[in-house]
């Protein structure tokens, strides 16, 4: 690993600095690690250079965050060396939240305040790094929600704020009235809906980092068998023996390539998965290899 390309980055004029490659705790309740192991793979993570931790306050059926929380309570001095990113403003119904009858976006004061309780609560820390909008709430008003967040940040419990899955027109209405420094959206070479949407235009325009989730399509990009996987696939195998790295190397490569300066979230438990993500910070895809993938994901050439 270059020391240099695992320097923090800030994700926006406003902060806050994560690790330029940030580890997804979505499915961690799926990984069935004892606290011991948890903790080895959040040190692991950190020896990567890794330091920010995505979350949100569903993942698990809202039972993640409390796993990794327990991991930072067996070893609280964890906590001064990482970065917590979470999410609210998606109710799910189940057992752990008999009170919600339907599944639906809630933006709410009183639902976000409660969903940070909960989340600093479950993570055993006193203060998140980030907050994110989970989804787009129909319902969302954005001067209470510019108004939450100030509390928020104003008694210490959030310091930065940012949305996820947002249009550009959802991010610049809330942008105007709280600055946001991210939107957290999907973007991988079987994914390409943010290239041309807007989406990272905006996040150039703004100045924001967008975080990029399921870098690799959730791991179909070496599962599935559809023809257009499997063309992509070819394509990233071709340059991947070329740049000598790893197929999945190449597809953060690939995504990181991009002008907007993404940080993608990686969502493996394995140590060299971590590393294959980081090992992409150390690689320069010339336009035209970008291209090559675009036109592999596209099924025809450019225009
Ligand atoms: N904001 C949102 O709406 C949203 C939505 C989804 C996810 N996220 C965030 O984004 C993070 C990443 O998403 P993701 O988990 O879908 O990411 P991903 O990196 O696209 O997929 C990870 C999955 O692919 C598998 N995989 C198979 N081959 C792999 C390889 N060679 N290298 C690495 N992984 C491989 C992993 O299994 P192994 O563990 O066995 O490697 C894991 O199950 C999540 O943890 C979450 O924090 C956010």
Wanted: glycine share 6%; proline share 5%.
């Amino acid at each position: 690993m270059n020391s240099h390309t695992m320097a923090p980055v800030a994700l926006s004029t406003h902060g806050p600095q994560l690790s330029p490659i940030v580890a997804g705790a979505w499915r961690m309740a799926e990984w069935g690690m004892s606290v011991a192991q948890r903790v080895r793979w959040i040190e692991q993570c950190l020896d990567l250079g890794i330091t920010s931790f995505d979350h949100a306050d569903i993942y698990g059926h809202y039972t993640v965050e409390a796993l990794f929380g327990e991991a930072l309570e067996a070893q609280p001095s964890l906590r001064a060396r990482l970065q917590l990113v979470s999410k609210c403003g998606i109710k799910l119904v189940c057992a752990q939240r008999p009170a919600h009858a339907l599944k639906s976006y809630d933006t709410s004061r009183a639902h976000v305040l409660a969903s940070v309780d909960a989340s600093l609560q479950a993570l055993r820390t006193d203060h998140l790094d980030l907050l994110l909008i989970h989804r787009p709430d129909a319902l969302m008003d954005p001067d209470e929600l510019a108004d939450t967040f100030q509390g928020l940040r104003a008694a210490g419990k959030v310091l930065h704020f940012g949305v996820s899955n947002h249009s550009p027109s959802q991010v610049a209405l809330l942008n105007r009235r709280v600055p946001l420094v991210t939107n957290q959206i999907e973007l991988s070479p079987l994914h390409l809906n943010a290239l041309g949407d807007g989406t990272l235009d905006q996040c150039l325009d703004l100045g924001l980092r967008p975080m990029i989730w399921s870098p690799l399509a959730g791991g179909r990009l070496f599962s599935a068998d559809d023809e257009r996987t499997r063309r992509v696939r070819d394509t990233l195998e071709a340059l991947a023996r070329e740049h000598q790295v790893s197929t999945a190397t190449v597809a953060y490569a690939w995504i990181l390539r991009h002008p907007a300066r993404a940080v993608p979230i990686t969502g493996s438990q394995r140590r060299e998965a971590l590393q294959e993500a980081v090992a992409a910070l150390d690689v320069r895809l010339s336009a035209e290899d970008w291209y090559r993938v675009w036109e592999a994901s596209e099924g025809r050439p450019v225009a």
